[in-house]
């Protein structure tokens, strides 16, 4: 993008320069008969602003007050204080490291105001707010503060990428068949927060969360914004904080994958991690040309700002490097569907001890066009990855695999306290741990099939474990997730 600002962001707050409270007091001393003395104190308070850890706070700490017991004349006094008051406002003394929200000390470059720099990195950020925010036809204000856009189809921003412009939405594909599996009436399904009121968009147009500068600020880097960490991607160890606890199959010859998912709102701790529950479909040498299709929940606060479970797609083709994105962020993946907003929160939730909420999620190949579709819980396409935005893809997959992942950046010094699934080890069962059920693969003649050779990987299982099970109705499922921090997982 023309004038890209690639560097790390400095949030950087203009603050009131309240000085901080100090107390004088004053002593008028009176003399009374028999050589008796009486002190008389005033006090004078400042009010006090007490400077509350930002990350890449602008926010000075000023020096400690004094109580000064000195003996001053009323005039005078005031004089000392009107000068005290003044002085402080222009010594930026720091006392105090600032801390960011997650514990990290934050350098003095951080802590100063750049007019310069705030002002192009702020036109940077309303530039490419203007190039992902398409123009609505209609917009939905949420519950929970998400605004929802209706764009036309052929505007979003799928169809700024070269290889679509002037293009149309495809008809819907040929759906994978399925030989059938029972369902179970304990437990409901899922659908999303903004459309609770009965609000929805119009045929032709596809519902988009709308982007807001906080949302990029929160990023390290315009190029980084709604992108995975750069990382390894080795799936027998945790690289660079990932913690994953995951079911997989590979070997073969992949077309898609199925699978419902438990959904919750675990915990997350630092606002630079995420708790995630989705699925992976894999093609690729797990080096820098991995190619990965994923769907499912995620609660993820420096994406969104909240700590809501929210419906998320992801794509890349190197591994996380330089391609691909969460949801609409970027142009690739097409939505077909007006009632589904990709990246909209999620409800209702799962309560510990009570209903349970889980959403089908099905990712298979059209053997007609080759495109990689979506459909979201009964039935209703999202819509398409188009084959030419992969290398391996473009073929079929090489693994799929299944379950949660979690980022612990030992911020403070010792593991995360952000939740997998429920918060809850496998073992606690139906009701309090999460559950991903009736896993099937797609072939290479459009058939969903039930796994065989199935892998269990807890990276760290005394964080996050897993357990597999099977039976006529689910059947193949797993528990799995974890609190994170315990006495096991210091």
């Known amino acids: ?14 603050e009131n320069n309240t000085p901080s409270s100090c107390c004088y007091a004053i002593q008028h001393t009176t003399r009374r008969q028999q050589q ?32 000064h017991t000195n003996t001053f004349s009323f005039v005078p006094m005031l004089l000392v204080l009107l000068f005290l008051v003044v002085s402080s406002l222009f010594t930026p003394a720091l006392s105090h490291p600032i801390v960011s929200d997650s514990g990290r000390r934050l350098s003095p470059a951080n802590q100063t105001f750049r007019p310069g720099s705030e002002l192009n990195k702020l036109r940077v950020v309303q530039s490419y707010l203007k190039k992902i925010n398409k123009p609505a036809v209609k917009t939905i204000q949420s519950p929970d503060g998400d605004v929802i856009d209706c764009v036309l189809s052929h505007l979003q921003p ?16 040929e759906r994978p068949k399925d030989k059938g599996h029972n369902n179970t009436d304990i437990v409901g399904d899922s659908y999303q927060l903004w459309s609770d009121s009965g609000e929805s968009c119009p045929q032709g147009t596809v519902p988009i969360r709308r982007t807001a500068d906080k949302d990029i600020l929160r990023a390290s880097s315009i190029r980084r914004f709604g992108r995975k960490p750069r990382r390894s991607v080795r799936r027998d160890s945790s690289g660079s904080g990932h913690e994953h606890a995951v079911v997989f199959v ?16 675990p915990r997350v701790t630092d606002q630079y991690e995420f708790s995630l529950s989705q699925i992976w479909v894999i093609s690729g040498s797990f080096g820098h040309d991995l190619n990965t299709i994923e769907a499912g929940w995620q609660v993820s ?3 969104y700002g909240d700590n809501y479970p929210r419906f998320f797609t992801y794509w890349t083709t190197d591994a996380y490097q330089a391609t691909g994105c969460y949801n609409l962020l970027c142009s690739g993946f097409v939505q077909t569907n007006n009632k589904i907003a990709i ?3 999620i409800s209702p939730r799962s309560s510990y001890g009570s209903r349970q909420f889980d959403i089908g999620l099905m990712v298979w190949k059209d053997p007609k066009h080759g495109h990689w579709w979506l459909e979201f819980g009964n039935g209703l396409l999202v819509g398409y990855w188009p084959a030419f935005l992969f290398s391996h893809l473009r073929s079929h997959a090489s693994m799929v695999q299944f379950g949660g992942e979690i980022v612990n950046s030992r911020s403070m010094g010792y593991h995360t306290s952000t939740q997998m699934g429920s918060g809850q080890f496998a073992e606690a069962g139906f009701g309090k741990a999460s559950y991903f059920r009736n896993l099937q693969v797609v072939d290479w003649d459009n058939n969903l099939l039930p796994l065989t050779n199935l892998h269990l990987l807890a990276d760290r299982p005394n964080c996050y474990d897993i357990r597999q099970g099977r039976n006529n109705v689910w059947g193949t499922y797993f528990y799995y997730g ?5 006495v096991r997982c210091p």
């Open 482 to 486: 974890g609190p994170g921090r315990n």
């Open 36 to 67: 008796c003395i009486q002190t008389q104190t005033v006090a004078v308070v400042v009010p006090k602003q007490k400077p509350t850890p930002l990350k890449h706070s602008s926010k000075l700490a000023l020096p400690p007050c004094h109580i």
């Open 343 to 345: 990246g909209a929160a």
């Open 301 to 303: 606060p420096e994406l």
């Open 250 to 265: 590979n070997g073969d010859q992949y077309y898609g994958a199925k699978a419902s998912i438990n959904v919750w709102a």
């Open 158 to 173: 799928a169809f700024d990428h070269p290889e679509l412009k002037g293009q149309k939405p495809l008809d819907e594909p």
């Open 1 to 14: 993008m023309k004038g890209d600002y690639s560097g790390p962001w400095t949030k950087q707050k203009n």
